[in-house]
């Protein structure tokens, strides 16, 4: 079946620095990569829809400039958080969807714990 | 945009019990999904439905899509320890939206 790693599982950072998130299809292609972020006991909240090689759609209220994603293949979408705060700290949440666009194809990875010091 | 709604949120039961939830929809969908996520990990797709009426098992779940097309009910019979979790309605087109989840807690 369709997997997708998401690296780092977990990563603590200091206020101000930037932290990658990496989310990879293994074995198949995503053209579209989908990046959520969960706070304790809350539900999973869309923050972008990446396409690969296009700019990525931000829901509202997320900043951009905050979360940068960059979907440079077929099965490598990153999330970037740009001078991270303690406001940031949450899961992180990637899910793909196979090529063919099949609901079903929605995975997701692992998560990654962000905990920003 | 769109919004859904899952009851209840929590659920405290003996083990052996049967759960039922559900969830509903300020639109109409066209796929409803159930995901299970459990602890630190990424949410897992239980079951997936894609018409209105469809009724679907997956060993002890059942999941049935609404005929309005705007609610979904996920039942779990013979409740287990490993069963416990928070469960999640989800419905596309394009891209998840989720609902709040229900989180279930098993009495040995």
């Known amino acids: 079946g369709a997997v997708v790693s998401q690296h780092p599982s977990w990563v603590i950072c200091k206020s101000g620095t930037s932290v990658k998130i990496e989310c990879r299809s293994l074995?198949?292609?995503?053209?579209?990569m989908f990046w959520y972020r969960q706070f304790p006991k809350q539900s999973l909240m869309l923050m972008a829809t990446?396409?690969?090689?296009?700019?990525?759609?931000?829901e509202q209220g997320v900043e951009k400039d905050k979360f940068l994603i960059n979907h440079a293949s077929l099965t490598l979408s990153t999330l970037t958080v740009t001078s991270a705060h303690p406001e940031d700290s949450s899961f992180y949440i990637c899910?793909?969807?196979?090529?063919?666009?099949?609901?079903?194809?929605?995975?997701f990875g692992s998560g990654t714990r962000l905990t920003v010091v | 945009g769109q919004q859904l709604n899952q009851s209840p949120q929590s659920m405290f039961i003996q083990e052996g019990e049967d759960v039922s939830m559900n969830c509903t929809s300020s639109?109409?969908?066209?796929?409803w999904l159930w995901y299970k996520q459990e602890p630190g990990e990424g949410p897992v797709l239980l079951i997936a439905?894609?018409?209105?009426?469809e009724l679907t098992s997956n060993g002890r779940l059942t999941a049935q899509f609404g005929i309005t097309r705007k609610d979904s009910f996920l039942n779990i019979s013979a409740s287990i320890p490993s069963d416990v979790g928070i469960y999640f309605c989800?419905?596309?087109?394009?891209?998840?939206?989720f609902g709040q989840g229900t989180r279930l807690t098993i009495n040995p």
């Open positions: 899910s793909a969807r196979d090529g063919q666009g099949r609901y079903y194809g929605y995975t």
């Open positions: 990446s396409n690969e090689g296009s700019k990525a759609t931000y």
């Open positions: 439905l894609y018409k209105a009426g």
């Open positions: 074995d198949f292609q995503a053209t579209t």
């Open positions: 989800a419905g596309p087109p394009q891209k998840l939206v």
């Open positions: 639109s109409i969908f066209n796929t």
